[in-house]
């Protein structure tokens, strides 16, 4: 019996709901070398958002990411949060589902967003890509 509580109790701890708090440090397109380069107009660098750690929803007039399918919601020891585009994942389940079905992604970027939620410390380090840009940056956890 005692063990359940503690399991409940560690199970509904403030710290396995926590949103995070996010903010891009840097930004990079693919080059057509297949190098990484500064943009001349970083235009997402300074942009912060908020990412719901079990929905992935995101929210911020600015975030460069849409909602995301949360893979994994990480842990404060071995696992990060990892999340892939909610749009992408269903145009290719729906598309597995269609009569004639899987049907070419073409033209479908696949993105991610990986947060080092295992980092000590309250900044965890996290790397977002989409299509041809990555953008890098910290989020904090509240």
Sequence with gaps: MMGR???ALLLISPASFADFNC??????????DGSLSTPSL????????VVNRISGEVSGKSAPMLDMT??????D??????GISTRVLKRVIESANSRSGVVSSAGNGLDALWISTFKKGPNKPFIYYDETAVFTGICTVF
């Design 5 to 7: 509580l503690l399991l």
């Design 77 to 82: 020891k071995d696992y990060a949060w990892k």
């Design 70 to 75: 949360v893979l994994s919601v990480g842990d």
């Design 42 to 49: 970083p235009w997402h660098i300074g942009s912060v958002f």
């Design 23 to 32: 903010e891009v440090k840097d930004m990079y397109l693919l080059s057509d």
